[in-house]
Every structure is written in structure tokens, then in C-alpha cells.
DNA sequence: AAATTTTTTAGGTAAGACCTAACTTTTCCT
DNA sequence: AGGAAAAGTTAGGTCTTACCTAAAAAATTT
């Protein structure tokens, strides 16, 4: 467990899918699907497993598979709550199609502030779903607070 | 010139300083200059403006400077432009103070994509200069089009 | 023209993401 | 149960990006 040191994007990616297939589809996460899902070997998958287990993001227990700590939990909700809310900015403020909103989220998710992404979340409330109906979760900071003018404005 | 190959978030960084450097302060690029300001040896500089270079995206004569190509010219203003957009964005829609917005906005720019940007301008009515005054160049394809609902709702 | 400053070259290092081939476990069938 | 097939892992690479230091070479200053 190699203490903090930040999150590459490429580790996001994997929290986020290990999270969606555990606690969302409640289905195992098995290293050939996930190999699949990211177009990579399976070997490679099982490299990143143990990397994201050294990080202390998940337990790893070899051909038995993977289970997110607390610490990969929160990691992965904050990174699909910021996924989550990113696809409704782009859905409501833009019109969007959901399929669009999740592509262009999902390359920007990693790169938004927290800060940024709660801004959003005020703006439209605290919505409790995305477009496409999943949960965003809530998150410490971000209720109250003044919103920006947009909310009172005919842009 | 190696063709084409996609353009490097750490590459953009400096298309974008020697843009603005040189066409909107008309200021010489000068090497020591650049390093300060991305907080790096001068020697790693000159290592990335002969990759630049390799690239076609600027003329490198060593000793006496750099120059755009076209091509970099084009990339710098694709750059800087959704940059400003973003900026826009932030300023208007969450009431980010200008600082603020220009942070955000550099994590952003690079990855978000050219129809996002697109869209955020229309809804804006294709502006001009962005929070800071800095122009927004325009761009083909992006003009008419539908915009979101957002513009005739109250948020 | 010397001294100083700036820039470049040469020769590294390190992290991230990948891969193939061979090997080990687990799972599935008969 | 027991062996074949499938799934997962290890070992030992490669490649790209982005850095760095020290020494050398040009350009500037004085």
C-alpha cells in the first residue's frame, strides 16, 4: 500500500469500471472482461490490478479477484459523480443526447475539479440522477452556497 | 516533419505560450523565458521545440528562435479557443471569477472536444473575447446550428 | 576580444501503459 | 474424479513522454 500519490487517468478508468460491474451490476469482475471492455490483454489488466492493490484502492487476491477499499470506493464515486454530473451540464445546458454527454464526460471527468463539478451540481439543484438515470452521489461541500447569475438569467 | 500524430496535452501547453507570446505580445520567444514559465531546464525546452519542430508545428533555427508553421498556428488558435470558450463558460454559467475560470479551463482545454466547444459558443451567441478580453477566433462549423433548450429556459 | 549569458548537445532516469510467451489455477465436462 | 479447456498470472521485454545534469557552443555585453 504505497500511501497517496495522485490517480492517473488510466487508473480512473478502471475504478470506475470495477465500481459500475460490483456495486451497480453487482456481476464479478473478471480480468478477461475487463480486458476486453478497455481493448487491452488481460495481462495487462492483471498488472493494473495489482497496481491499484499496491495503492491501496482495492484488495487483490490473485485468480480470485478484486475488491474496492474504502479508499477505491470513494475514489470511484467521486470520479462518477463527477462523470454523472458533467453528463447532465452537457444534457440540460446543451441538449446533448446521452450518449454524447457520457463520450465527451468520460474525457473530462479526471480533469474537472471537484470544485468545478460541484458548482454544477448547485446549479441544477443537487439532481439525485444522471441522463441516463444512474446516481450521482452526494458529497460533503456542495449544498447551500450562492449560484451563479445563470440561474436567474434567460442566457 | 513527422506527419500527423496527435498532439500531447504537454505540447499544447507550449503552442499555446508561444502563441500567445508571439502574436498577441510580440514578445521573442526566448528559451530561458519559456522555461521559466512552465517550470522546467532550459534544456528540456529546447528538447521540446525540436520536437515541435519534427512535428511541423513551428521552424526552429537553433541559437536564434522559433516560428509557427500553419500548422501550429492553426493548433495554437484551436487551443486557445476552446480555452477561451471554456473560460466563457465558467464566467457566465457558474460566476467563476476570471482567474478561476482561466485555471479550469487550462486543465480542460486539450481534452475537450471541438463539438463541445462548438456548442458552448453557440449558446453564447458566438462571442468574441473571452472573460479576459483575449479574442476568440472563430471557426468553420460553427455557426447556425440548433442550440440547447437552455437558451429559452430559465435554469 | 573577453567575459558573461543563453542555448544546445549528449547522455542519462523514471513512470506509465502496453505486449508476448510460458506457466499456473480454476472451471467445466464426461 | 481427473483431465482438457479456459481464465488468470508471471517474467521479461518495448515504447513514449517528460524530465534532468554537465559540458560544449553561440550569442551578447561590456
Redesign the interface.
Known amino acids: 500500500m504505497k500511501a497517496e500519490a495522485r490517480i492517473t487517468v488510466n487508473e480512473g478508468k478502471y475504478l470506475k469500471l470495477i465500481y459500475r460491474k460490483q456495486h451497480e451490476e453487482f456481476s464479478r469482475v473478471r480480468t478477461t472482461v475487463v480486458a476486453k471492455s478497455v481493448r487491452v490483454r488481460p495481462a495487462t489488466v492483471t498488472e493494473m490490478l495489482q497496481n491499484l492493490a499496491e495503492k491501496g484502492l482495492l484488495r487483490y487476491t490473485r485468480y480470485r479477484g478484486v475488491r474496492l477499499t474504502e479508499k477505491g470506493f470513494a475514489e470511484a464515486q467521486k470520479l462518477l459523480r463527477k462523470h454523472r454530473i458533467l453528463e447532465t451540464l ?1 444534457v ?5 443526447d446521452v450518449q ?1 454527454a457520457c463520450d ?1 464526460a468520460s ?2 471527468d479526471h ?3 471537484e ?2 463539478v460541484n ?2 451540481c448547485r ?2 439543484g443537487h439532481p439525485e440522477t444522471c441522463p441516463c438515470n444512474k446516481t450521482i452521489f452526494s458529497h460533503e461541500g456542495c449544498e447551500e452556497k ?10
Not at 146 to 155: D, E, S, T
Request: no cysteine.
Open positions: 452537457f440540460r445546458f446543451l441538449n446533448y454524447k465527451e474525457k473530462l480533469y474537472a475539479s470544485d468545478l458548482t454544477i446549479a441544477y450562492p449560484l451563479g447569475k445563470a440561474r436567474w438569467k434567460i442566457i
